[in-house]
């Protein structure tokens, strides 16, 4: 599976690149802390496959990163993505290394 790091993303946001952010988190989590990612919860992702690009890189996260690599390896079986990009850490390392006013939950 690729990963990409918070380092890279951040690059890619400040750079405007053409990519798409998915956020698989649950809605109660992205209230709490969030960097700007299309909300697709992990258990709707299923009826939600359309919503992710095959045309651009898509970078997914999750809080740690376990839930978006589920989400991803599941896509890339079923659905034969090959765009798709793990943040590495997910938000929790946004927090710890881009962010550190964001709330660690």
Request: hydrophobic share 35%; aromatic share 6%; net charge negative.
């Given at each position: 599976?690729?990963?990409?790091t918070?380092?890279?993303?951040?690059?890619?946001?400040d750079e405007?690149?053409?990519?798409?952010?998915?956020?698989?988190?649950?809605?109660?989590?992205?209230?709490?802390?969030?960097?700007?990612?299309?909300?697709?919860?992990?258990?709707?992702?299923?009826?939600?496959?359309?919503?992710?690009?095959?045309?651009?890189?898509?970078?997914?996260?999750?809080?740690?990163?376990?839930?978006?690599?589920?989400?991803?390896?599941?896509?890339?079986?079923?659905?034969?993505?090959?765009?798709?990009?793990?943040?590495?850490?997910?938000?929790?390392?946004?927090?710890?290394?881009?962010?550190?006013?964001?709330?660690?939950?």
């Amino acid at each position: 599976m690729k990963e990409i790091t918070v380092k890279e993303l951040k690059k890619l946001k400040d750079e405007g690149a053409d990519f798409q952010l998915i956020d698989v988190r649950e809605p109660n989590e992205a209230e709490i802390a969030a960097i700007d990612g299309e909300l697709i919860p992990m258990n709707s992702v299923p009826q939600n496959v359309e919503k992710f690009s095959k045309d651009k890189q898509v970078v997914v996260h999750c809080r740690s990163g376990k839930r978006s690599g589920d989400v991803i390896s599941w896509l890339e079986a079923n659905h034969g993505y090959k765009n798709l990009y793990n943040l590495k850490g997910g938000i929790l390392a946004w927090a710890d290394e881009i962010d550190p006013n964001m709330m660690k939950y």
